[in-house]
């Protein structure tokens, strides 16, 4: 049996608990009276500390120990009491071993429910790079107006030191835009050297689900198909770290079956809601034409943190959790989460999506880093959407996602534990379609013969090579190419360029299939003359949709002798 699913619930929390771990910024709380209540590793790196327990344990007086002008302890406080927090507030300090940075800090005060302080928190930057910088650029500004009112020779030598730290700003900006290209071709490696041994596995596991097996043989191929989509699914949320951490964050829009998505955070959050006394409820009867334009993965991360939130702060005797959606004027869906658990004071609402800001559960038994909301509405408002609640201290709460309303898509015959269904339209009038298939992996060309072995009317005709694949391609004419973009002595970019550059070729349909799903790299490919992009795993189910959709468009001067 397998029992990867119960340790779904708290994936998200540990993401977010990574952030807090894992953050290039030093994050911290102190108290009013001078010593650190919390700190994470970055902060205490930026100290020199070897850890955050070894700063808090000797920095126990933040006033004396670490500013080097103590004055600058009392104008925080002064600042936070006249405003409830500082922005870029810089000051020269003492790291571990006496030696002298600048930070700049950001930071709120914090207060209980009766206004009363409760502690300071927020980031810490190390700016000495940028103060050092600014010292001597200040400095080689006073030395050359002094040399300027001496001699004019001085005033040469002046400008030519300027000039030479031109050049090596100019320098540093072409260092930083090839280590850009660098990391978004590492991406695109990454993406395809991952997701290429999958699309062998989930495909063959498609192939072999039949409704004549056995029960145990379609549990294993079930098994084999879940542990593939899953794996694929870490190696997403790996690359979703990295495009975040470089600054992009892609996501793909598509509807999304509301009342499948519920039923799949359902089931993840079962055993916990067990756990509490929590009832989970999803009103499918309202739900079976309800999708949503969002991005199914981050759209499940949603609703894994709202509806795990009503779990995990409901009350102690447990109560129910209802899913449900509803649409809303200007074509938008509203989904809802709705509990009957304690409920949220009216002076706390506005609290909720503030980073860190627990709601003085602080101290509880129920674990959580305090970022699930704010991400959450971040995701949501990139997808287009809103997030909001609506709650009465004693009465529940409601939680709501706004997107974008879809008509529903074609019905997908591949699915977890199911047969492709979808079939090849026969060609007109006898014959057979001529299809070249362009790749170098011999997993996938068997696939794909497997695939076009059950339908008649195909001639499958394949290439190893980019120029062999040219080479048939002009002779043999075919009705559609397939191309993968990495082969071993052209890349796949110039074996499309040629085809359509080449007055036999360039009216055949391209359709790229690749494991590389960024998205610059889809619409060059676009640009570039394909006719379409599918990236793999394949979705056995798509593929043949887009062969049906090609094959009977084909104009008759394309077609072969």
């Known amino acids: 049996m397998n029992h990867e699913p119960i340790a779904e619930p708290y994936r998200a929390e540990q993401r977010f608990q990574g952030i807090f771990d894992h953050a290039i910024e030093g994050i911290f709380q102190t108290t009013p009276d001078g010593h650190y209540a919390g700190a994470n590793p970055a902060l205490a790196r930026i100290y020199g500390y070897d850890s955050p327990e070894d700063l808090q344990a000797h920095l126990s007086d933040i006033r004396h120990q670490l500013y080097v002008d ?4 009392d104008q925080f406080q002064q600042l936070m009491e006249e405003h409830g927090r500082v922005t870029n507030f810089e000051s020269a300090i003492y790291r571990k071993d006496g030696s002298i940075i600048w930070i700049s800090e950001n930071a709120v005060a914090v207060h209980d429910e009766a206004g009363g302080l409760l502690h300071y928190e927020g980031f810490v930057v190390d700016i000495t790079a940028r103060r050092l910088a600014e010292e001597a650029l200040q400095k080689a500004r006073e030395e050359l107006e002094m040399r300027v009112a001496e001699r004019t020779s001085e005033l040469e030598q002046a400008n030519a030191s300027l000039q030479q730290i031109a050049a090596d700003l100019r320098q540093a900006r072409d260092d930083a835009e090839r280590a850009t290209r660098a990391k978004n071709e590492f991406l695109s490696r990454m993406s395809h050297e991952l997701r290429t041994p999958l699309n062998a596995i989930l495909g063959f596991a498609q192939l072999l689900d039949r409704p004549d097996l056995q029960a145990v043989q379609r549990e294993r191929i079930g098994h084999i198909y879940r542990a593939g989509r899953h794996l694929l699914e870490l190696i997403n949320e790996v690359l979703d770290i990295a495009r975040i951490e470089s600054g992009r964050m892609e996501l793909s829009l598509e509807p999304v079956r509301v009342c499948e998505a519920f039923q799949e955070v359902i089931s993840l959050l079962r055993p916990l809601a067990a756990q509490r006394n929590v009832e989970l409820i999803c009103e499918a009867e309202q739900l079976e034409a309800a999708f949503a334009l969002a991005d199914r993965q981050r759209f499940k991360q949603v609703l894994l943190n709202l509806v795990g939130n009503a779990i995990k702060y409901h009350r102690e005797g447990g109560g129910t ?26 002076e706390k609402i506005d609290r909720l999506f503030v980073p860190f800001d627990r709601l003085g559960v602080e101290g509880s038994e129920v674990q959580g880093t305090g970022l699930g909301l704010a991400l959450s509405k971040r995701l949501t408002e990139a997808m287009g959407g809103s997030l909001g609640a609506e709650s009465s201290e004693g009465e529940g709460s409601t939680f709501w996602v706004k997107l974008p309303r879809a008509q529903s898509p074609l019905a997908r015959a591949v699915t977890q534990g199911s047969t492709p269904a979808t079939a090849l339209y026969p060609p007109a009038q006898g014959g057979s379609w001529k299809v070249l298939y362009v790749e170098d992996n011999l997993a996938n060309l068997n696939l794909l013969e497997h695939v076009l072995a059950e339908h008649s009317g195909v001639e499958l005709l394949s290439a190893m090579q980019g120029r062999v694949g040219l080479d048939l391609a002009r002779e043999h004419r075919p009705d ?14 110039e074996v499309l360029l040629q085809l359509k550059s080449d007055p036999l070729t360039r009216a055949i349909p391209v359709v790229v299939m690749s494991a590389d799903a960024t998205g610059p790299q889809i619409e060059r490919l676009r640009a570039a003359g394909a006719a379409d992009y599918l990236t793999k795993p394949l979705d056995l189910s798509l593929f043949l949709k887009v062969l049906n959709q090609y094959l009977t468009t084909v104009r008759s001067d394309t077609a072969h002798a």
Do not use: K
């Open 70 to 73: 103590e004055r600058r302890r």
């Open 321 to 346: 959790v209802r899913l449900s959606a509803m649409p809303v004027p200007a074509e938008r869906l509203r989904v809802l989460v709705i509990d009957d658990g304690p409920g949220i004071s009216a």
């Open 480 to 493: 559609l190419i397939l191309l993968d973009l990495h082969l071993p002595d052209l890349p796949g970019r």
